[in-house]
């Protein structure tokens, strides 16, 4: 990750705790605002090898410098409700400052790799993009 | 917020940043794990006045201890694809640290409150709780 980068995460991470006395511009300029969520149902859900693959596949986007923070998971353990959906196998969530950075990963050599070396893992994708209301 | 809250939040936020030094074994002590994405759709998706109400009900969630991070939205203007599901109205997405921290917050009286107050404005929601992968 780009020097700069990192530097305006810690800035943007400073102003983030909620609560925090920093005016309603400040967090406007400074928070990552862009939610990218996407989630990956495998073709053969018992295969932890292929999991495992796309896991890894999906760390490996770390290194796109646009992204401002990156959470790669699995379904938790939380009670069982009828509003939650656990059917999924890989979650991977990303911030941006905005649409252009988002778009700027779209496009970028390291994820069209990931795609072109994991789509033959999963069944079906989902995504969801959220702009911060503030 | 607690102050003992906010200062455990900076210092995660202070191993965060990809790329960072800090050891898997830091990282996996103090950074928060499991997320919670909550999606609603309107009853009546023509009305902003009752978007706007659910947006400011779920702005209220803040102000529970083991939240660690709110991120509140609406769909973003990315480009759309056969795979993004822009159909939703309002995003709710938490960070926690533990499956024990989301249960506080789910009985917490300000969730209750929340749900109370705000849930004859809603059609669905589809809950995905998502556990980090290390």
Known sequence: MPRISRRAFVAAATLLPLGA??????????????????????KDPSSAADRDKLLAGVKTLKNIETIK??????????????????SYH????????????????????????????????????VVYDVMESV
């Open 21 to 42: 006395s920093a005016s309603s511009m400040e967090i406007k300029k400074d928070k990552p605002k862009l939610v990218h969520h996407v989630f990956f149902w495998l």
């Open 90 to 125: 890989v979650s991977e969530l990303m911030f941006f400052d905005n649409v252009e950075d988002q778009k700027v990963y779209q496009d970028h050599p390291i994820h069209q790799k990931f795609i072109k070396e994991h789509s033959m893992l999963w069944d079906k994708v």
């Open 69 to 86: 923070m990156l959470h790669v998971g699995v379904p938790a353990s939380t009670e069982k409700r009828d509003v939650v959906d656990n």
